[in-house]
């Protein structure tokens, strides 16, 4: 499934909204940063300008940070609430670089080594902080026969077991996190937390280590101690859902 810029801004707008019913965990924001932001910084328009639900709004004033290698971010000017730092989310950040949370939309596929910058992200997000990452599932289902897309600069196609092995090698936490995967419309979304867990290189690092750390779902973890590896079959996962699960206060 080819996801189209205009379906990717719909799909932002549908997941930024179910957080928004949230209001403590929303209220718990003060910094944000949008990791691939683009220039024209449709998410850090909502969160820099982002109200209360009440019946007279009070704005919430998140300080929201877009970060991209683009010249500039169009949203980011004349807001007070948000500003633009050029800088390539694969490398190193300044220490100084510090958010409540990270948002972070249909661009880690891009990234030539995502793993590497999932481990530099862990360093700007305060201690309890939070991860929001969606990526497009890039499969379709023809009869019971699978079928990979494939868009250009897009290099990695990644699937919900992937995906959480590699932020549990970045010692991002899953187990208390939230995972949803939508066939339908062809996303994977995860939020993921920050941990004080060691990053852990993949070549020395087994799924019966990971299991061993308190990092991965509970589902995942008894299926590696009883097949001795990582079946997406065997995952149980919740989705933020008001009559499921609460997010978490940052």
């Known amino acids: 499934m080819i996801i189209t810029e205009k379906q990717s801004r719909e799909h932002s707008d549908q997941l930024k909204n179910q957080f928004r019913e949230f209001d403590d965990f929303i209220g718990s924001i003060?910094?944000?940063?949008?990791?691939?932001?683009?220039?024209?910084?449709h998410d850090v328009d909502w969160w820099s300008n982002l109200t209360t639900r009440d019946e007279e709004p009070s704005p919430l004033n998140i300080r929201v940070t877009g970060v991209d290698i683009v010249d500039h971010c169009q949203a980011a000017q004349n807001n007070k609430n948000a500003r633009y730092l050029k800088h390539d989310i694969e490398k190193p950040f300044d220490s100084s670089w510090k958010f409540d949370l990270v948002w972070c939309h249909n661009t880690l596929q891009y990234l030539e080594n995502p793993y590497q910058a999932l481990c530099y992200w862990r360093d700007t997000v305060d201690d309890g902080g939070a991860l929001i990452l969606s990526v497009p599932q890039n499969i379709r289902l023809f009869g019971r026969t699978r079928l990979y897309d494939q868009v250009s600069h897009c290099i990695h196609n990644f699937t919900v077991i992937q995906l959480i092995h590699i932020l549990s090698l970045a010692g991002w936490e899953s187990k208390g996190g939230y995972f949803n995967l939508d066939m339908e419309q062809g996303w994977i979304n995860a939020?993921?937390?920050?941990?004080?867990?060691?990053?852990?290189?993949?070549?020395?690092?087994?799924?019966?280590?990971?299991?061993?750390?308190?990092?991965?779902?509970?589902?995942?973890?008894?299926?590696?101690?009883?097949?001795?590896?990582?079946?997406?079959?065997?995952?149980?996962?919740e989705w933020v859902d008001r009559s499921k699960a609460?997010?978490?206060k940052l």
């Not at 910094?31 to 910084?41: E, K, P, V």
């Not at 799924?207 to 991965?216: H, N, Q, V």
């Not at 589902?219 to 149980?236: C, F, N, V």
């Open 30 to 41: 003060d910094t944000l940063a949008d990791f691939g932001c683009g220039s024209l910084g």
């Open 191 to 237: 939020l993921v937390y920050n941990t004080d867990e060691p990053v852990r290189h993949p070549r020395d690092t087994s799924w019966y280590d990971l299991a061993e750390t308190g990092l991965l779902p509970h589902s995942l973890k008894l299926g590696i101690e009883k097949y001795g590896y990582a079946r997406e079959q065997d995952l149980m996962l």
């Open 246 to 248: 609460q997010v978490k």
